[in-house]
Nanobody
Framework: EVQLVESGGGLVQAGGSLRLSCAAS????????IGWFRQAPGKEREGLLC?????????SYVDSVKGRFTISSDNAKNTVYLQMNNLKLEDTALYYC??????????????????WGPGTQVTVSS
């Protein structure tokens, strides 16, 4: 059974940091690209960053998180991380990871992904 499970969300003060984890199981991790998305109340889901497991290349899609959010992976643990620094109130959202099969297939568009986790809530307070 394919599973993606996010963890690491919570309540943090503005300016603080969180590291989200996306643990994958049930599929060959290296055959997929893994993306991080978020959705705030009343807003569309947006793609943030993606990592191609085939070569480790990463892509950032949103200017508002560039320089603050980074994506990385631990192949031994089948886990992808989203390190979020200098968090802002507008980063409050439900954060998801998703997987799409292929090489070099990172995409901003959520409908191109095959599998999704249930999400983890991040709330930034002032």
């Amino acid at each position: 059974e394919v599973q993606l499970v996010e963890s690491g969300g919570g309540l943090v003060q503005a300016g603080g940091s969180l590291r989200l984890s996306c643990a994958a199981s049930g599929f060959t991790f290296d055959d997929y690209a893994i993306g991080w998305f978020r959705q705030a109340p009343g807003k569309e889901r947006e793609g943030l960053l993606c990592i191609n497991k085939s070569d480790g290349s990463t892509t950032s899609y949103v200017d508002s998180v560039k320089g603050r959010f980074t994506i990385s992976s631990d192949n031994a643990k089948n886990t992808v991380y989203l390190q979020m620094n200098n968090l802002k109130l507008e980063d409050t959202a439900l954060y998801y990871c998703a997987a799409v099969r292929g090489f070099g297939v990172c995409s901003y568009y959520s409908d191109e992904y095959d599998y999704w986790g249930p999400g983890t809530q991040v709330t930034v307070s002032s």
